[in-house]
């Protein structure tokens, strides 16, 4: 039951939250964080600065100024069918923020892949997967607008955050 909670909190980082807000139109919000949150805006990326979880593969975070556009670069090619935007997807991944270097969030430090509908993700995610094949490893670099915007999601993820991904496709459950 543990294993659950813990999927279940870790997808969480990814999804809406749970929210009805339409995750298109909530990325795209430019709103101003709330008074004496930080924002990570105009600062460069930094390389990764925690231990990584057993198995979990290396985050090639591109250092210096941050990504405006999607970063999408295939590190191992997948094999089968490729991932519809539609569908429901079981992966691997590690997230790490931009500016300060630490990962966020893993599903290999739960020793499970999370599994979840593509379209209830971060807009990054929703144009950063489709065409993936099992085993496929891929980096994403997303800009704040296909994250978080500029609220963020304190205390792990400032405002303004580029944040950065390695996805590995382990399962496509449905299209």
Same mark, same amino acid.
């Given at each position: 039951?543990?294993?659950?909670? %813990? $999927?279940? =909190?870790?997808? $969480? =980082?990814? +999804?809406? !939250? ?5 995750? +298109? ?5 430019? +709103? ?7 924002? %990570?805006? &105009?600062?460069?990326?930094?390389? *990764? ?14 250092? #210096?100024?941050?990504?405006?556009? @999607?970063?999408?670069?295939?590190? /191992?090619? !997948? ?11 079981? *992966?691997?991944?590690? &997230? ?17 892949? %999370?599994?979840?509908? @593509?379209?209830?993700?971060? /807009? #990054?995610? /929703? ?7 099992? #085993?496929?490893?891929? $980096? ?10 500029? %609220? #963020? ?9 580029? $944040?950065?991904? =390695?996805?590995? *496709? ?6």
């Amino acid at each position: 039951m543990a294993a659950v909670v %813990a $999927l279940a =909190v870790g997808a $969480l =980082v990814l +999804t809406r !939250g749970g929210d009805d807000t339409d995750m +298109t139109s909530a990325s795209s919000t430019t +709103t101003a964080p709330p008074a004496g949150s930080a924002s %990570a805006a &105009g600062k460069p990326c930094v390389g *990764v600065s925690d231990e990584l979880p057993p198995g979990a593969p290396a985050v090639p975070v591109r250092k #210096g100024a941050p990504p405006e556009e @999607l970063v999408i670069e295939d590190l /191992q090619l !997948g094999e089968g069918p490729p991932v519809a935007a539609t569908a429901t997807i079981s *992966v691997n991944y590690i &997230g790490v923020a931009c500016s300060t270097g630490k990962i966020f969030d893993s599903s290999y430090s739960r020793n499970q892949p %999370a599994t979840f509908p @593509l379209n209830g993700v971060i /807009q #990054g995610w /929703q144009a950063g997967i489709p065409g993936m094949k099992v #085993g496929g490893r891929r $980096l994403l670099g997303i800009p704040p607008e296909q994250a978080y915007g500029a %609220a #963020g999601r304190p205390p792990d993820i400032l405002g303004d955050e580029t $944040l950065w991904f =390695v996805v590995e *496709v382990v399962g496509i459950d449905s299209a």
